[in-house]
């Protein structure tokens, strides 16, 4: 029987257009005699829509966008897509592909719904999704594990609010100059600025302390960053690994979604004893945070080849251009097996929990 897939993609984040553009993609690599592809549309405003079934690979991105209001089924009638008994074979789908990024994609929450709705669905679960998109929570069970990373500082707000004096003071006894500064829940580097100076530092809290109450500020490194796939449910697999190169300070959101022009070496020029620890470390981060599914995990490479992790994106970019996709091509496993394999992983994860 054909496999009934369901593409969950747009949201109200700022990737909402990279969004469009994974989800054209995955249907014009799934094989429509295996699967039936029943796309889901959340718009810029949120609203949830359903759309017809798709017969073919979508072409445009605006077939993508179904605008007629009447469409609109979730959230204000959820039990639409709950499998009742009498008509499972028709309500249910097999698998939620969700191809969002950032809040409400990436963090858990989408896939706290898809738990309670009990569909499978693709990649981490909510907690994996949480602790991955919150850095310091990330970065505290990395420590747990004995991954190496830089040194970072936290705090919230209030506590900025309230002594910032004390908290610079600690930062600049903790930590080097410069500094990264970041907003704890975010991706794409929105909100990160590079401080070099107390009066830089001061101003990049500012500046991070409008997209979120927590902050992380960590010492910079100067390094070579290079990532890693993994793929897998208990016995997870690595890529080979990836390394960014960005013409800029450093790979900031404009480096990202806007030039295009950031350089990708796959595989990575690194020695087998780099390529070994990072693929000892992304295994170790993925199993210390209870992935499932994919992740894509990021490490700094200094010049004395020493390897620190810099976090793991649980939603990785997933366009056939993104690292993660590239990576497992250059690995043995092209863009169209790797939605097979997810597609599998969700399955075998579900049924596992029931
Ligand atoms: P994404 O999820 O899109 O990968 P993000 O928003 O989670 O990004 P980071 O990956 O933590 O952000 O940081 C973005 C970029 O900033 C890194 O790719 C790197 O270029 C630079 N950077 C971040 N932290 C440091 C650091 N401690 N030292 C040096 N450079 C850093
Ligand atoms: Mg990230
Ligand atoms: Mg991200
Ligand atoms: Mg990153």
């Not at 249907?27 to 079934?53: C, M, S």
């Not at 850095?135 to 919230?156: D, S, T």
């Not at 794409?188 to 100076?197: F, L």
């Not at 490194?221 to 697999?237: F, H, S, W």
Request: glycine letters at 6%; charged letters at 25%; one cysteine or more.
């Amino acid at each position: 029987m054909k496999k009934r897939i369901g593409l969950l993609y747009g949201g109200k984040s700022a990737e909402h257009e990279v969004s469009l553009s994974t989800a054209r993609a995955v249907t014009q690599a799934l094989n429509f005699d295996e699967y039936d592809v029943f796309p889901i549309y959340i718009t810029h405003e949120g609203e949830w829509r359903k759309g017809e079934q798709l017969m073919a690979p979508v072409d445009t991105i605006e077939q993508l966008q179904f605008n007629n209001a009447s469409n609109q089924e979730l959230p204000n009638n959820i039990s639409s897509f709950l499998p009742s008994h009498q008509e499972k074979e028709e309500a249910a789908l097999d698998v939620i592909f969700p191809l969002l990024h950032g809040p409400n994609g990436e963090d858990g929450t989408v896939q706290g719904l898809l738990e309670v709705l009990n569909l499978p669905y693709i990649g981490n679960g909510v907690l994996a999704s949480s602790a991955g998109m919150d850095k310091v929570v990330m970065k505290q069970l990395f420590a747990i594990a004995g991954l190496k990373q830089v040194p970072f500082v936290h705090f919230i707000r209030k506590e900025w609010q309230k002594d910032q004096e004390s908290l610079i003071g600690k930062m600049e006894k903790d930590l080097a100059w410069p500094v990264f500064v970041k907003p704890a829940n975010l991706g794409s580097s929105v909100g990160i600025s590079k401080a070099s100076t107390r009066e830089e530092l001061i101003a990049a809290v500012e500046m991070a302390l409008k997209y979120d109450r927590k902050i992380i500020v960590e010492q910079g490194i100067k390094a070579r960053e290079v990532e890693m796939g993994v793929l897998g449910n208990d016995t997870p697999k690595c890529s080979v690994p990836g390394e960014i190169k960005p013409l800029k300070d450093f790979y900031d959101y404009q480096a990202k979604y806007k030039d295009g022009n950031t350089a990708m070496i796959i595989p990575a020029d690194v020695t087998e004893e780099v390529e070994q620890t990072m693929q000892d470390n992304a295994i170790k981060a993925f199993k210390v945070l209870d992935c499932s599914g994919l992740v894509r995990a990021d490490f700094f490479v200094t010049d004395e080849d020493e390897v620190l992790i810099n976090e793991v994106n649980t939603l990785p970019g997933f366009t056939p251009f993104s690292m993660f996709p590239l990576l497992w091509q250059h690995t043995g496993v092209n863009y169209s097996e790797l939605i097979d394999q997810l597609i599998e992983l969700a399955i075998e994860r579900h049924a596992e929990k029931q």
